[in-house]
């Protein structure tokens, strides 16, 4: 009965390389969201999709790129990868006028860059 | 501009005994929501308490509740009855209402060491 479900959990590559993170929430909900989380555990938000368009892109590297198939799905795909993107990316969802339109977030994934 | 603040970063409390973790915010909107989460050692984020900027009573859920005073723009989540479970970070989130984009802002956090 996972909520908001993110793959995979650890992500360990080389500068340079391209990779993607899935993020799926069976909650029905209709806005999803990636937060970054650096080393010194500060959270942004970089993007937000609801019913599968871009609402929010925070100035993120166009490296970073979102997709969203369908509106429970958000997947977060990285070119190019450098040392600083290393960080835990986390994957939320909310449902708009339920609770302050709460979100509810995945287990994280950490990324690390050598 | 939009900024939470949480001047604690790191918090002991004895088990059994009743800690609150502060927090402060600023913001021109008028109509908000504040918010705490928890995170263990573990990693995840686990959604605690929410309250909304023109809810009359403090946000209470089990043994969390949010101490909520709207002319001081604070908003301090008080866990009672500590238990060990309870020794994680926390951080303190606010969303304004305007521009009707869903926008968590973070403040640093507290980490929360529960001892026996």
């Known amino acids: 009965d996972t909520a908001v479900s993110q793959t995979p959990k650890y992500l360990v590559t080389q500068m340079g390389n391209d990779k993607s993170i899935k993020c799926e929430q069976n909650l029905g909900h209709d806005t999803m969201y990636w937060y970054k989380q650096d080393s010194k555990k500060f959270l942004k938000i970089m993007f937000s999709y609801n019913n599968k368009e871009l609402i929010i892109n925070e100035t993120v590297p166009n490296r970073f790129s979102p997709k969203s198939p369908d509106k429970a799905h958000l997947n977060l795909h990285i070119n190019s990868l450098e040392l600083g993107d290393s960080a835990v990316y986390f994957c939320?969802?909310?449902?708009?006028?339920?609770?302050?339109?709460?979100?509810?977030f995945g287990p994280g994934t950490r990324l690390t860059v050598l | 501009a939009q900024k939470i603040t949480q001047t604690q970063p790191g918090m002991f409390v004895q088990e059994k005994e009743a800690v609150t973790l502060d927090c402060t915010y600023d913001?021109?909107?008028?109509?908000?929501?504040l918010f705490w989460y928890k995170q263990p050692s573990s990693g995840e984020m686990i959604f605690l308490i929410y309250?909304?900027?023109?809810?009359?009573q403090n946000a209470t859920e089990g043994r969390y509740s949010l101490n909520f005073q709207k002319a001081r723009k604070s908003a301090n989540l008080v866990i009672s009855a500590s238990q060990l479970g309870d020794s994680a970070m926390y951080f303190c989130?606010?969303?304004?209402?305007?521009?009707?984009?869903?926008?968590?802002?973070f403040g640093a956090g507290t980490r929360l060491a529960v001892h026996p």
């Open positions: 309250q909304g900027s023109y809810d009359q």
């Open positions: 989130a606010m969303r304004p209402f305007s521009g009707g984009y869903n926008k968590l802002i």
């Open positions: 913001t021109s909107d008028p109509s908000y929501g």
């Open positions: 939320a969802s909310s449902q708009e006028g339920v609770r302050g339109d709460t979100q509810y």
